[in-house]
């Protein structure tokens, strides 16, 4: 499975953003799926999953209640609606796929990756 992020850039603190997660190869459908992301010098935290019919979420305590996760299996595509965006919210972006079907939260639960995207939200 190959993933490719785009939709980052620069937003202003109290802005929204949508990163999109185009995937080719092996069944999306079946796979769940999670957004991560890391700042610079910081480990890569958890951000949302979502299982593989779109039907259960989770979300890290930090983005709950400004994020949302979603996919669209026929477009196999995965999305992440960032709404209320603040400083500390400046990472990378990462989309990544897993075999399973369920959502997952480490990501040594995911095995596909894709490349990242810059979020940079300035106060």
């Known amino acids: 499975v190959q993933l490719q992020a785009s939709g980052g850039g620069l937003v202003q603190a109290g802005g929204s953003m949508r990163l999109s997660c185009a995937a080719s190869?092996?069944?999306?459908?079946?796979?769940?799926m999670g957004w991560f992301r890391q700042a610079p010098g910081k480990e890569r935290d958890f951000v949302a999953t979502v299982n593989w019919r779109g039907s259960r979420e989770r979300y890290a305590d930090s983005v709950k209640g400004r994020f949302a996760i979603s996919r669209d299996n026929a477009k196999n595509t995965v999305y992440l609606q960032m709404n209320s965006l603040k400083p500390e919210d400046t990472a990378v972006y990462y989309c990544?796929?897993?075999?399973?079907?369920?959502?997952?939260?480490?990501?040594?639960?995911?095995?596909?990756w894709g490349q990242g995207t810059q979020v940079t939200v300035s106060s």
């Open positions: 190869g092996s069944p999306f459908s079946s796979s769940a």
């Open positions: 990544a796929g897993r075999s399973g079907s369920m959502v997952a939260t480490r990501p040594g639960e995911y095995h596909y």
